[in-house]
C-alpha cells in the first residue's frame, strides 16, 4: 500500500503553466476590459474557495458525526482546506476592482439612491473589507488547528490509544465550533461577495443554496480525487460500499440544493414584489433562460436521475461523469448569480476560461502538495480498521 503522495514533476509543470495562464489572462484583461475580468476573477476565486469550504465542511461533519466509513480519506478534504489561506489573498486584492463589481460602491449612485443610502451602513467599502478579513482569519485559524491535530495523531505510538482518542475527540470539539461559526460566516459571505452586485435585492434563502452549493459540489471533488488516487493505487482497500457512500453525500446534497433553488424561486414568483421578482426577471429573457434552466438540470435534475439506481450508484465511471457535470453546474451556477449584475451580457470568453484554467491549476498545484506532505491514509485513526472494512 501506498503510504505517501508523490508529485510527478509534469504535474507540477502542468499546473504552474495553467496558474501562468490564469495570471496573464488577468493582466491582459485588465487592459482590454476591466469589468469583465473582475468578474470572472470573482466567479473563479469564490468557484474554488467553495470547493475548499465544502471540503472543510466535510472534514467537521465527519468528525462530529465520527463517521467510520470516510476516516481513511480523511487527508483528502484536509488538502483542499489549504487552498483558503490562498483564496484570502486572492479576495483581499477584489479592492482594486470594488468599483467595477459592485454598484454601491459608487458614492454619486448611493447619493441619488434612498435604498442604497439606506443599506449604505453595512454597504460601505472598509466595512466590507473587514467583514471579509474578519471571515478568513477565523476560518484559517480553524482549518490550521484541524490540520495540526491530525498530523499530531499519525506522530503517536499505535499503542498509546489514550492519547490518540484525547486528540479525536479535541478534532471532535474544533470541528463543532467550526461548523456553527462557518454557518454565520459564510452566509454573510455570500451575501457580501455575490449577492451585493444586485444591490437592490435581497433573498434570505440566497446564503443556504450557496452554503449547500459549497458542500455539494466540495464532496464531489473529494470523491473524485479518490477515485483518481484509488486508480493510481493509493486506496487498494477501497470498494463498492465507499463508492455508494459517497454517491449518497452526493444524491442527497443534490435534493436539498435543488430543494433551495426552487424554494427561492417559487417564493419570490408568488409573492411578486418587484424590488424581489427583478433579479429572476433579467435572468428569464435575453438568452438568459437556458442557462437559467441549465443550472437546475446540471446541479440536480443530472445527479438525481442518474444516481437514483443501485447499479449506477455503485459504478465509478459513472458517478464521475455527473460529478464533472456538477463542476460545471457550479459554474454556471454562479456565472448566472454574478455576470447579469454586473453587465448582463451572456457570454463566456477567453478572459473567463483563461482565469479559470489559472485558479484551477493553482487548487490542483496546492492539494497536491498539501497531500504529499503527509501520510495519506492516517495510520492511528481510531475508525481506520472500520474504514478499510467497511461493507453495509
Known amino acids: 500500500m501506498k503510504e505517501q503522495l508523490k508529485v510527478s514533476t509534469t504535474f507540477r509543470i502542468v499546473t504552474l503553466i495553467l496558474t501562468g495562464i ?64 490562498f483564496a484570502a489573498v486572492f479576495f483581499i486584492l477584489l479592492y482594486f476592482g470594488v468599483s467595477d463589481l459592485y454598484h454601491w460602491s459608487h458614492t454619486e449612485a448611493v447619493a441619488s439612491d434612498p435604498l442604497l443610502l ?4 453595512y454597504l460601505n467599502i472598509p466595512f466590507f473589507f473587514v467583514r471579509l478579513i474578519v471571515c478568513f482569519i477565523l476560518w484559517i485559524i480553524f482549518v490550521r488547528i484541524l490540520r495540526k491535530i491530525s498530523l499530531q495523531e499519525d506522530m503517536y505510538s499505535p499503542a498509546n490509544q489514550e492519547g490518540i482518542m484525547a486528540l479525536f475527540s479535541k478534532t471532535e470539539l474544533y470541528s463543532k465550533i467550526f461548523i456553527f461559526i462557518l454557518a454565520i460566516t459564510f452566509s454573510l ?15 434570505t434563502i440566497f446564503a443556504l443554496k450557496n452554503m449547500v452549493a459549497a458542500f455539494l459540489h466540495g464532496v464531489s471533488v473529494v470523491a473524485l480525487i479518490v477515485f483518481i ?20 453525500y452526493i444524491f442527497m446534497l443534490s435534493i436539498v440544493w435543488g430543494y433551495f433553488w426552487f424554494a427561492q424561486f417559487m417564493i419570490i414568483w408568488y409573492g411578486n414584489i418587484p424590488e424581489e421578482t427583478v433579479y429572476f426577471y433579467v435572468r428569464w429573457h435575453e438568452g ?71 485558479y484551477a491549476g493553482l487548487f490542483a498545484l496546492v492539494v497536491a502538495t498539501t497531500l504529499s506532505k503527509a501520510k495519506i491514509i492516517p495510520p492511528n485513526h481510531p475508525y481506520l480498521e472500520e474504514s478499510l472494512n467497511h461493507k453495509f
Do not use: C
Not at 439606506?118 to 451602513?121: D, E, I
Not at 459571505?189 to 433573498?203: G, Q, R
Not at 434552466?293 to 459504478?315: D, G, Q
Open 288 to 358: 438568459w433562460k437556458v442557462m437559467f434552466f441549465l443550472e437546475i438540470i446540471l446541479n440536480w435534475a443530472l445527479p438525481f436521475i442518474v444516481l437514483l439506481p443501485v447499479k449506477t450508484s455503485r459504478n465509478m465511471a459513472v458517478i464521475s461523469t455527473v460529478i464533472v457535470f456538477l463542476i460545471i453546474g457550479q459554474y454556471v451556477d454562479l456565472f448566472v448569480q454574478v455576470i447579469p449584475g454586473i453587465t448582463g451580457i451572456l457570454k463566456f470568453g477567453w478572459i473567463e476560461a483563461g482565469l479559470f484554467l489559472g
Open 22 to 85: 490564469g495570471a496573464g489572462t488577468f493582466v491582459i484583461g485588465l487592459l482590454s476590459d476591466p469589468e469583465i475580468t473582475w468578474a470572472g476573477y470573482l466567479i473563479a476565486n469564490y468557484y474554488f474557495l467553495s470547493l475548499a469550504m465544502g471540503g472543510a465542511f466535510f472534514f467537521a461533519i465527519q468528525s462530529i458525526s465520527q463517521s467510520g466509513w470516510s476516516s481513511a480519506f480523511k487527508r483528502v478534504p484536509e488538502a483542499m482546506m489549504a487552498y483558503i489561506p
Open 118 to 121: 439606506h443599506k449604505s451602513a
Open 189 to 203: 459571505a455570500a451575501f457580501d461577495w455575490i449577492m451585493s452586485i444586485d444591490a437592490h435585492w435581497y433573498s
Open 229 to 248: 488516487l484509488f486508480k493510481r493505487g493509493y486506496f487498494p482497500f477501497f470498494n463498492k460500499y465507499h463508492l455508494h457512500d459517497f454517491t449518497r
